[in-house]
T-cell receptor, first 116, second 114 residues
């Protein structure tokens, strides 16, 4: 079974530029998450999708971050304009609805973003 | 919001020895799920073990086991017969029964020495 695919693996941009990350979840997984992991910290949820719909985006900085999941499959996360504090690893994960709490979330390898 | 605390930023263990990583959490819920994830330098989070709060029996997966103390809100991970490949960041995570998203602690870096 193919895992969660993310691209690019690394990205370096200047502050105030725009950047986009792409995620392809495991086939059949209805739930997709984007997490932000700042160096030295645990991942923090940015947004959660169930199929096409947003379940939770309470921690997404909506003035600069946006995300979409077209057709309930692939997802993109965009930052515009980027700030220095956006430097982090952006992790995508997916899961089946299953037995809600117990279901395992599968993670991609993340995109390491450096804003200079 | 539930908070997850890992009080050990770094731990070290010799190969073949046993190490215990600590995790405490704060919640007012009675039903929830707890997880330990491993993150090697490749950055991909890998599930190590999980526990349902309503189960009193501690979960075990080969060399990995947990000590779940619900009243104390404690969820420690024991790694027996440590191997060099166990070296990684370990994250404790909480998931509410009402939601899917994981709430992570800050992690513990585990070093395994030969």
């Amino acid at each position: 079974e193919a895992g969660v695919a993310q691209s690019p693996r690394y990205k370096i941009i200047e502050k105030r530029q725009s950047v986009a990350f792409w995620c392809n979840p495991i086939s059949g997984h209805a739930t997709l998450y984007w997490y932000q992991q700042i160096l030295g910290q645990g991942p923090k949820l940015l947004i959660q999708f169930q199929n096409n719909g947003v379940v939770d985006d309470s921690q997404l900085p909506k003035d600069r971050f946006s995300a979409e999941r077209l057709k309930g499959v692939d997802s993109t996360l965009k930052i515009q304009p980027a700030k220095l504090e956006d430097s982090a690893v952006y992790l995508c994960a997916s899961s089946t609805p299953g037995t809600k709490g117990y279901t395992e979330a599968f993670f991609g390898q993340g995109t390491r973003l450096t804003v200079v | 919001a539930q908070t997850v605390t890992q009080s050990q930023p770094e731990m070290s263990v010799q190969e073949a020895e046993t190490v215990t990583l600590s995790c405490t959490y704060d919640t007012s819920e009675s039903d929830y799920y707890l997880f330990w994830y491993k993150q090697p330098p490749s950055r991909q989070m890998i599930l190590v073990i999980r526990q349902e709060a309503y189960k009193q029996q501690n979960a075990t997966e080969n060399r990995f086991s947990v000590n779940f103390q619900k009243a104390a809100k404690s969820f420690s991970l024991k790694i027996s017969d440590s191997q060099l490949g166990d070296a990684a960041m370990y994250f404790c995570a909480y998931r509410s029964d009402a939601g899917y998203a994981l709430n992570f602690g800050k992690g513990t870096s585990l070093l395994v020495t030969p």
